[in-house]
């Protein structure tokens, strides 16, 4: 068996996989102001999920946090973790576009599930499930919300900045003019989409292209993103725990490799 | 330190270092004299410094002293007097450390620089240096005098060189009148020859680092380079060269590297983060990684002709990396992994410094599909920390050598 924990700059991904790979326990819960204390309780979870004990597993730490895990055996980044993770899942993918809470990353996978080349948003939060959750909060919806909110719309307002703080004066500034909140929505989501585009141009558009963490949740982003990159995007079931799995299969990898 | 506590540390520590500081100690206490003789002159990173050591006027690098400031962890501190000032917090770091450190001397390390009589300024090395002393002159009534040394696309053509000459011709009166000093052509010859020959030694310490496994890493090298650039044409940087190279090449004959157990090379591309880049090389060490070259030490190397020697100046001051096109930047990166046989690079995007950061997301992509190695671009600052997250830093650091080891 192997464990991989994924902490997040928003939540915090437990996975538990047997010998071969496959899924005995997964639980996701947010991060919260103390990223030990979370890996601590998303372990407790996954051994009550699996009623196992889970005492000696081999486990591998990612994510922001990932240094913060005293009973992890190793930590790896969360590039190589999503990597292998989707690479699991879907061998064929090529391209990994991931937009968590705190970052955006687009990785180029090889053919043996690592990644080849990768390249991270700037440290400005505009392209990030951050930036997501101000607008939300602006326009006075929960994040669940915004998407199919923003995908009601037929006329997307134009929103030009890219910077999360200017950006919201912006919009502020488009409710002030009465422009409808789906406009709005849908602006967003398509200056986002049109900043991770750019971004994955850098590492260069691969079909198939995969789209992982929590903003894969939120199909109006998938739409934009889809058609400023002209293609397909292939999402898994859990789109924010593909991180914690590879940091799993890692650990089944890791702990072969020890014996 | 104990023996067997060197022993054990990732990193070797230098000996010649001690000669080093005290080398660096003295070039400031000449500042000083000559401040008060009222001799003396701040000067830019790339200026033609030859000059006015030849014409008896001390220098004073306020670039090397923003490292400082960085190294001191002052750069919030003294960068926020500048804004308090009304100087953007885009503007250069070390312009705005300096200008706060004029601003207040008594929170500076070292107490600041001495007091310049002259600033000289040179734009091989970028525009903001003359807005930058014309604030400083502004601050301390000190003259500004700059020398133009338009960008360079290709090869320097002759009617490049005789503009750039003709400014080093007006230099010489600016400095005759300022301190009535004259420039007798012996003397510059005598300064060029040993800052030649300075040069010389300096470039055999760097590529000594060929070697496997590499001699020097970049801390070493961005401490030891501090002679080359600030304190030319004088003997005992020569002896502190000279000193370095024998440590070098006893290192080479042993096998013995920088770090213990050398298992990756890098290179590193641009000004390092001054507050950080210890603990940073200190870490990656541990891992086996050292960086046997980067682009910024490189930077100072080179040899003045035998010809007419103000054209040699004009030449080699107008042809420093920064002052030439991104190709030649490209090439340079290429050449430096391919002859120090390095796996991979890591381009620090300065945040204040524009012309150094500017078109490495287009060169880290020329740069891998020329060489085949991969690279990683990492942000931050060399003197405001405010403009660092070193968690976003260690993750593409870590991710990158997770593709190589």
Known sequence: ?259 | MSEKAKEEKAYRVLESHGFLQRVVFRYMLEGHAASEEGKLAWVTSGFPVEIPVAMDVGVSYPEQYGAVIGSEKAGPKLCGYAEELGYSQELCSYARASIGSVKHPEESPLEGLPAPQALLACNNICGTVLRWYDAISQMTGAPVFLVDTPPLEGEQLPHHIAYVRHGLDDLVSFLSEQFGTTLEEDKLREVTDLATETIGVWTQCLEACKNKPSPLNCADRFLAMAPVVAIRGRDYTLEYYQMLLNEVKDRVTNGLGAIRDEKVRLLWDNIPPWFRVFRIMGSLAKRGVVFPADTYTHAWTGSFKDEDRMDSIASMYSNVYLNKGLEAKVDKMCGLIKDYDLDGFVMFSVRSCKRYSLGQLVSKELVSERTGVPGVVIEGDMVDSRLQNDAQIETRLDALLEMLL
């Open chain 1, 1 to 259: 068996m192997g464990i991989g924990l994924d902490l997040g700059s928003s939540t915090t991904k437990g996975v538990l996989v047997d010998k071969n790979g496959k899924i005995i326990a997964a639980r996701l819960i947010p991060t919260g102001a103390i990223a030990s204390k979370a890996a601590e309780n998303v372990l407790e979870e996954l051994t009550k999920l699996s009623q196992l004990d889970l005492g000696d597993v081999s486990t591998v730490s990612t994510g922001y946090g990932r240094t913060q895990v005293e009973f992890a055996h190793e930590s790896i980044t969360e590039i190589t973790c999503h990597s292998v993770g989707v690479h699991s899942l879907n061998p064929g993918i090529k391209l990994l576009i991931d937009v968590g809470g705190q970052d955006s990353k687009v990785i180029r996978i090889g053919s043996k599930g690592r990644p080849t080349n990768f390249e991270l948003n700037d440290k400005c939060s505009a392209g990030t499930g951050r930036f997501l959750e101000v607008m939300a909060r602006v326009l006075e919806v929960s994040i669940d919300e915004l998407g199919p909110l923003a995908l009601k719309s037929k006329f997307p307002c134009l929103i030009s900045s890219t910077c999360t703080v200017f950006a919201e004066s912006e919009v502020i500034g488009r409710i002030g003019s009465g422009e409808s909140p789906a406009n709005i929505a849908a602006g967003v989501h398509q200056a986002m989409a049109a900043k991770i585009s750019t971004l994955s141009r850098r590492v260069g558009v691969a079909s198939p292209t995969a789209v992982t963490g929590g903003v894969a949740r939120n199909p109006a982003f998938c739409h934009y993103l889809s058609a400023a990159l002209n293609c397909d995007l292939w999402i898994p079931k859990e789109p924010q725990l593909t991180g914690a799995l590879g940091a799993a299969i890692l650990a089944i990898a890791r702990a072969s490799d020890t014996e």
